[in-house]
Nanobody, 117 residues
């Protein structure tokens, strides 16, 4: 399974960004997709997860109501729509995949999101 994440950038507080993660290769075993982030000096945080049917979604409390995770199966792409961005959202964002939420074993490269105040 190969994951390619993109869409990061610099945005002002209150702005929006959409991250995309394209899945390729042997996708068997990539039933669940997730977005994580890691800010400098902080632990990695799980931001959101979703299965390909879209019926099982989780969000970190810190992003509920602001971020939306979604899938486009024909495009093998997972999105993270981020609205009302805050400086605290600044981090490198990673997408991950695996057979379950507790087993997200495939990782893409990170994409930097910077929110200025």
């Amino acid at each position: 399974v190969q994951l390619q994440a993109y869409g990061g950038g610099l945005v002002q507080a209150g702005g929006s960004l959409r991250l995309s993660c394209v899945v390729s290769g042997r996708t068997l075993g990539a039933n669940v997709m997730g977005w994580f982030r890691q800010a400098p000096g902080k632990d990695r945080e799980r931001v959101a997860t979703i299965n390909w049917s879209g019926f099982s979604i989780t969000y970190a409390n810190s992003v509920k109501g602001r971020f939306t995770i979604s899938t486009d199966s024909p495009k093998a792409t997972v999105y993270l729509q981020m609205n009302s961005l805050e400086p605290e959202d600044t981090a490198v964002y990673y997408c991950a995949a695996g057979p379950s939420i507790l087993s997200l074993r495939y990782w893409g490269q990170g994409t930097q999101v910077t929110v200025s105040s």
